[in-house]
């Protein structure tokens, strides 16, 4: 058998295809929509140079409008976002897919999992893609936000500091009712929650999953995560090896006697949630604060 078809076998099957992670791997850039040859790579369960090597030999099935590679620029301000898992601290620029890209590679490549996963990536593209044109205006402005941090960021990091404290003290209600469908009010009221932590965030919710961590990607990394779920939550070792690897350290414990949602800022604030992180906007809930920090030293001494 030939030694250099040894090196380009298929990896072991280890991924786990999340829509969550998978929407946080799609980037705008040149105007298009593109995930970067290694997370491509991850899920079709290949290494990266593999996967590049089978689109230079079959060149004529990728056109720029499926594949290209980023300049300098593009790569500095990847690396600006914080994209670190993704790029893994390369040196030089790497290639990006658009949809069509990732389509064509599923054929060169021509694997069981490399068609499974191109089939819910792409269907993640079109999804991104529709949120993109029903919400353009608004995505439109915090881009240009975005660039404007990136181009001048020695200059306007003072401003953006003194918006962001702004922001983190506006009052929150102690009380707040959330209707069936008000998905993105939940989300929000849940997000500013999480902005005002300060040393400690504790969530107990006995049937999280992996959805529910993404509302604390926005939490600083030196903040402590401490999650509770019951034995049977969906929320897998995978999930939680993947969020830190990009956000920061997390803690999780198993504890079936917890049946209501509580989240709990650096101890003192607590927030009875009536659902499950995962479920906002499913059903009609009420979200109240427990002001009581006898009640609140209580739930937390609980869950030790």
Do not use: W
Not at 44 to 73: A, D, G, W
Not at 97 to 107: K, P, R, S, V
Request: with cysteine; aromatic share 10%; net charge neutral.
């Amino acid at each position: 058998m030939n030694t250099k078809d040894n090196k380009e076998e298929l990896l072991p099957s280890t991924n786990i295809l999340s829509e969550t992670i998978i929407e946080n791997q799609i980037y705008n850039i040149r105007g298009k929509q593109v995930m970067l040859d290694s997370d491509v790579a991850f899920y079709f369960n290949v290494e990266t140079k593999y996967l590049n090597r089978q689109m230079q030999r079959n060149k004529i099935r990728f056109p720029e409008e499926f594949c290209f590679k980023l300049n300098s620029l593009e790569f500095k301000n990847l690396r600006c976002q914080k994209v670190t898992s993704s790029y893994g601290g390369r040196r030089y620029p790497p290639y990006v897919y658009t949809e069509h890209g990732i389509i064509a590679l599923a054929g060169v490549i021509k694997s069981k999992i490399a068609a499974e996963a191109s089939v819910k990536i792409v269907r993640q593209f079109v999804e991104m893609r529709h949120f993109l044109l029903s919400n353009g205006h608004l995505l439109e402005s915090l881009s240009t936000i975005q660039n404007r941090q990136i181009r001048f960021e020695d200059e306007t990091n003072e401003k953006f500091d003194l918006v962001f404290k702004k922001i983190e003290h506006v009052e929150i209600p102690k009380e707040n009712i959330f209707f069936k469908g008000e998905f993105f009010d939940a989300y929000d009221f849940i997000i500013k929650l999480i902005n005002k932590a300060q040393t400690s965030i504790l969530l107990i919710d006995p049937y999280c999953d992996e959805k529910a961590l993404s509302f604390f990607k926005s939490k600083k990394k030196e903040i402590e995560l401490l999650v509770v779920k019951s034995s049977n939550a969906k929320l897998t070792d995978t999930d939680v090896e993947r969020y830190s690897s990009q956000y920061g350290s997390i803690k999780v414990i198993n504890n079936d006697d917890v049946h209501d949602r509580f989240l709990i800022i650096d101890q003192t604030e607590c927030y009875s949630l009536g659902t499950s992180l995962n479920y906002l906007g499913n059903k009609t809930i009420v979200m109240t604060q427990i002001e009581s920090q006898k009640i609140i030293q209580s739930i937390i001494d609980s869950i030790k």
